[in-house]
């Protein structure tokens, strides 16, 4: 079926002619449309702009242009402005905000003749870790709709592993892609800082955020990254260093390739996580790479660190929101103090307001040494760690997630049970690095990550990793029941 | 009264003359149509990103130099947060801990001539806010975000002025220094340049500083004036009269020439400074500063110093003359045409009939009717003696008003100078005949009917006899007297 293609053989196919992109375009809207109510994994669906899209990558095919994306078609996580498409970011706040600008990461892709299908559900501003705090309710996870898919790229994980689309992207602040890709049984990838532009992506805390992709191999996630990367200058965080040819290694032995263990990853994990890494150790060691246990010392800090920093750029990025411009506007605001108090009241969810608190609270007078200051030094500390850990190997290697996907509604009154979700994978958005997260088998029949962290702009080498990893396994390529 | 000290400081807000906005390619022109200059960026739509306009820093940089600072080689831009309509993101990009410029220090010349020195403690980059309106809404008010995230450089000096008037002449200093470094075009009445005053006050000798009240937003030099002398006024009387002054930001009414608390210390917000993560730190090595450097013009005190010595004038001359790069130029080309003895004669026509016309008719100096050339042609026609200097004055109205030349408006209206001592002479013997009781009384002692026959003799030569000639013509005619 051609929703279990490839992103490589689908563009084969089309560039053979042998499928059109209106066609393939029309089979993933069908399965939307069959397919995403019990899933929610969408906010918006694109159906007539994705017709005309299609139609017109399938002139340019006509005319003999040849491009690895041209003709793929997509989902576009909800937090990417879309000109003319309502760009909700799950929030209240921006039901009736449609961007009148494409953010970079949506103009290269389009540039690269992507179809977008439509935008996919997420926690609200990118903030929670199962999708639950959404406005347009809950993802359901394709393996067991009563499990969350992991968050907050929640619904683009759920359309990947549902094969609703080919590729969906995503955006990772503290595990956003990482984590829900793990839980949805995907290839998951999180580039390094600076990798991929931001500009046009909401921001929810501006040093951590980061654009990457949902596939549901390395590969898949190797030509997208090479549409995605580059330096842009609307974005003075990107970096402009080039970008290499992100395939070309993927068949690359790792023979003599050196896979650090993060002792502190590896303790106290639960047996059947471990044992799952176990095996995928065993299959590295196997494909010839050697492994060498490596600490962190300073990685338990990593998620006190992250809900200091996070919430404190937070909740300046979200003062924009204030009912004056665009977005959500009280009804009859009888001051100025009472349209701010309204609009940021009802327009924002639970979480977003308990961030902002949080955040508003670690930079006030008085309060800024302690907490925002005390985080930036931990923050170094723990990009040291890693830095010397990279003088030793190529990569570190752990889980990425401590459970499966647990019950909707299991973890939203206790929000630092919640938050320890994340803590494989905010290391590395602490230290900017590059991480993976690739399916590394099962526990209670739900999907479960293996997460490969390499040094800043190691991508090619993460996904030479991760693809010889995903050649020599078929976690990859199981699919929910009723997906197929 | 008992004896006062003033202290006063000023935060100066000079808006850099870069052509788009500091963190967007939005225009920066004064003038437009509301929000026809703000673009995605200005209006913080949901995603957008700052970019740091590299003009801003260069011009940052100028005036660093201008005012022998340290060049920051590492600066970094930090989010001042508050909640206004006029300011789109909710913060304000502005530099908090590591400004650009830093400990600088400008010379100013008090009124006896003494020269002063006043520390400026930095100067950062920051953007502008937008503007409320409020007239001609009905029970809204509208925002004007052209005006958002135009470059400014917030030039902060040490508590070193003791007067108002010391005051106003630093920020004459500043105001004349970023015109001529070309980064601010000094436009008050727009806004360009303007300033907010920390003033307080203390028993002279005492060390320790008053509490100080902050005047917002004073947009000319007469105001600075008056808000300072009016502050000075309230403190003292507060004090004296068994009050405390309390740290405040105040507003000074022009209308009711008075300054009314605005917020209180208390009520102040809690900016929650914290580094913008949008925007990398300025780093500024040296090839950036020399190349800077090549650009630095000629600064007043050096062209002032230059004026005196090449030309002889005085400080307070030289001061005037150059305090615009375009009067200084004008003065320049003036003297060009002269010998350098006739400079002094330059000066005093620049200075007083030239800026007079100009002042009088709100001519800027390059939109002078008369240029310099024109001027040299006048002033060589009194360092010859066609006409004398008042004379002058008349050819010099009426090349102002009918835009000629000098030796025009001279032949036309017959105004060369009598110096013919022959015709002088037969002119003296008709006054001296006919004035025979003023001859006797003069020649009995009355010297002062000197001026009397001179007065005589122009009135009725028209003004035009050489006075000089007239002069010695007159004493010999007259003889007897004492003069």
């Known amino acids: 079926m051609l929703h279990n293609l490839s992103i490589g053989e689908l563009a084969d196919r089309l560039i053979k002619r042998q499928i059109s992109s209106t066609e393939l375009t029309q089979h993933f809207l069908g399965r939307i449309e069959r397919l995403n109510p019990a899933l929610n994994a969408m906010i918006t669906l694109t159906q007539k702009q994705a017709l005309a899209d299609a139609a017109a990558a399938d002139a340019r095919l006509a005319a003999g242009e040849r491009g690895p994306l041209l003709g793929i078609p997509l989902i576009h996580k909800d937090i990417f402005c879309t000109d003319g498409v309502k760009t909700s970011c799950g929030s209240r706040m921006l039901d009736n905000f449609v961007a009148p600008y494409d953010a970079t990461v949506v103009a290269r892709l389009k540039a690269a003749g992507t179809v977008m299908l439509g935008k996919s559900n997420m926690d609200e501003f990118a903030m929670g870790s199962s999708n639950e705090t959404s406005y347009y309710g809950p993802v359901k996870n394709p393996w067991d709709t009563s499990k969350v898919p992991g968050g907050s790229s929640g619904g683009s994980a759920a359309a990947t592993a549902a094969r609703l689309t080919p590729f969906a992207t995503g955006t990772d602040t503290g595990g956003s892609i990482r984590q829900p890709a793990a839980l949805t049984g995907v290839t998951g990838l999180k580039p390094t800082y600076g990798r991929v532009s931001r500009y046009g992506m909401i921001a929810f805390a501006s040093s951590l955020d980061q654009a990457g992709v949902f596939t549901r191999s390395a590969a898949d996630a190797a030509a997208v990254l090479q549409a995605m990367a580059g330096f842009d200058p609307r974005d003075s965080t990107s970096v402009d260093v080039p970008v290499p040819d992100y ?34 150790l065993n299959i ?15 990685l338990p800090l990593s998620v006190p660190t992250y809900y200091v920093v996070a919430p404190a750029e937070c909740s300046s990025n979200l003062s924009r929101f204030d009912g004056v411009r665009y977005g959500y506007r009280c009804e009859n605001p009888k001051d100025l103090m009472d349209l701010y108090k309204r609009s940021r009241g009802e327009g924002f969810g639970a979480e977003v307001k308990r961030r902002i608190m949080t955040g508003t609270y670690v930079l006030s007078a008085g309060y800024f040494d302690a907490y925002y200051l005390k985080a930036q030094k931990a923050r170094r500390l723990i990009t040291d760690d890693f830095r010397a850990a990279f003088a030793k190997v190529d990569l570190v290697i752990g889980p990425t997630t401590p459970t499966p996907a647990f019950d909707i509604g299991a973890k939203m009154d206790d929000p630092v049970l919640m938050y320890l979700n994340d803590i494989y994978t905010i290391g590395a958005n602490l230290a900017g690095l590059p991480g993976v997260s690739v399916p590394c088998g099962f526990v209670d029949g739900l999907p479960m990550g293996l997460q490969l962290i390499g040094p800043h702009f190691a991508e090619a080498k993460l996904l030479n990793a991760a693809h010889q990893y995903q050649q020599a396994t078929d976690w990859h390529t199981h699919t929910p029941r009723g997906y197929a | 009264m008992s004896d006062w000290e003033v202290v006063i400081g000023l935060e100066i807000h000079a808006q850099l003359a870069t052509r788009s906005k500091i963190f967007s390619g939005s225009p920066t022109a004064y003038g437009a149509p509301p929000n026809t200059q703000a673009d995605l960026v200005d209006l913080a739509y949901p995603g957008v990103l700052p970019v740091l306009n590299a003009r801003a820093v260069q011009m940052a940089v100028k005036f660093g130099l201008a005012v022998g600072a340290t060049v920051a080689r590492r600066s970094v831009f930090a989010r001042k947060n508050y909640f206004y309509p006029d300011l789109p993101k909710g913060y304000q990009i502005s530099q908090y801990e590591l400004p650009v410029v830093a400990r600088g220090s400008l010379n100013i010349m008090l009124d006896d001539g003494a020269v002063k020195t006043v520390g400026i403690t930095r100067a950062h980059l920051e953007e502008d806010a937008g503007k409320s309106l409020h007239e001609g809404l009905a029970n809204a008010s509208g925002i004007d975000l052209n005006r958002a995230g135009t470059p400014l450089l917030e030039i902060v000096s040490e508590p070193d002025m003791r007067s108002a008037k010391e005051a106003v002449a630093y920020m004459k200093k500043i105001h004349t220094l970023v015109r001529y470094l070309e980064i601010c075009d000094g436009n008050m009445q727009e806004g360009s340049f303007r300033c907010d005053a920390n003033v307080s006050v203390r028993p002279r000798g005492q060390e320790k500083f008053g509490t100080r009240a902050e005047i917002k937003n004073l947009n000319s030099f007469r105001f600075v004036e008056k808000a300072i002398q009016y502050e000075v006024a309230r403190q003292v009387e507060l004090i004296e009269s068994g009050g405390k002054v309390v740290q405040e930001t105040r507003l000074y009414d022009s209308d009711k020439d008075e300054t009314r608390p605005m917020r209180s210390k208390e009520e102040a917000n809690d900016y929650r400074y914290f580094p913008d993560p949008d925007l990398l730190p300025v780093e500024i090595d040296e090839p950036f500063i020399e190349a800077v450097r090549a650009t630095l013009p000629e600064l007043p005190d050096q062209k002032a110093a230059r004026f005196a010595r090449d030309f002889g004038l005085s400080p307070y001359d030289a001061g005037v003359l150059s305090a615009s790069r375009e009067l200084g130029a004008y003065f320049e080309a003036v003297v060009a045409g002269l010998s350098a003895s006739q400079a002094k004669l330059a000066a005093n026509w620049v200075m007083g009939e030239l800026s007079g016309a100009l002042n009088r008719d709100s001519v800027d100096i390059e939109r002078s009717r008369i240029d310099p050339a024109q001027l040299t042609g006048l002033l060589n026609r009194i360092v010859d003696n066609t006409i004398s200097g008042k004379i002058a004055k008349e050819v010099f109205e009426a090349m102002w008003s009918e835009g000629k030349a000098a030796d025009a408006i001279i032949e036309a209206k017959g105004l060369r100078q009598i110096t013919d001592a022959g015709a002088i002479e037969s002119v003296i013997d008709a006054v001296i005949a006919a004035n025979p009781k003023q001859l006797a009384d003069y020649r009995s002692g009355k010297d002062k009917l000197f001026g009397f026959f001179v007065g005589q003799v122009m009135k009725a030569t028209g003004g035009k006899a050489n006075p000089a000639q007239l002069n010695d013509l007159l004493k010999a005619k007259l003889g007897g007297g004492n003069a």
């Open chain 1, 247 to 280: 395939s070309s290694d993927l068949s690359q032995p790792l023979k003599g390739m050196k896979i650090g263990l993060l002792r502190e990853f590896f303790e106290g994990l639960e047996p059947r996580n471990a044992a799952l890494l176990e095996d995928a």
């Open chain 1, 284 to 298: 590295y060691t196997g494909l010839g790479a050697e492994t060498f246990q490596v600490s962190l010392p300073h």
